[in-house]
């Protein structure tokens, strides 16, 4: 499958558009993780440059990629560099301030209140912060749930 064949399809997917893929199309595809992004973020240009990360070895989301490189429709203003900047800022502040808290706790309970208070607090954040880096959709488990369930795995020991 030639590159506009698959910035076209994968364009199509982005926009939230009902596409039907032969098997091996869906195979040649497998490796690109575009889903419905929206409007802001969604241009054929952004999908070609995507495409391009991949093959070169690039392995988060298409919406991971666009808000890691500021990437969107600057024609709109949610999509202009700018205001991806100040969106990345308050998604990270959250994150950090959300792991402070939650995973500042967990870790306090899973090293037994060996380890200072501020210290776990620091250190929640900054795992918070790195998890979510890794998958910003996945932000609700990692950042969220998955230290909840630690916290009370361990107080319950």
Do not use: H
């Amino acid at each position: 499958m030639r590159k506009t064949d698959k910035v076209n399809i994968l364009y199509r997917i982005a926009s939230g558009e009902y596409v039907q893929l032969s098997s091996d199309e869906r195979r040649e595809l497998g490796k690109y993780r575009v889903d419905n992004v929206g409007k802001p973020l969604n241009t054929k240009t952004n999908v070609s440059q995507y495409v391009t990360a991949v093959d070169n070895g690039y392995r988060k989301s298409f919406y991971d990629w666009c808000l890691d490189n500021n990437k969107g429709d600057r024609r709109m203003k949610a999509g202009k560099e700018s205001s991806l900047k100040a969106f990345n800022q308050g998604q990270s502040f959250g994150v950090a301030a959300t792991g402070w808290l939650v995973w500042g706790l967990a870790l306090y309970w899973l090293f037994g209140e060996k380890l200072a208070v501020g210290a776990c607090a620091i250190i929640g954040a900054i795992v918070s912060l790195a998890l979510f880096k890794l998958n910003r959709q996945g932000s609700t488990f990692t950042c969220i749930i998955l230290p909840i369930i630690i916290a009370v795995i361990c107080a319950t020991r």
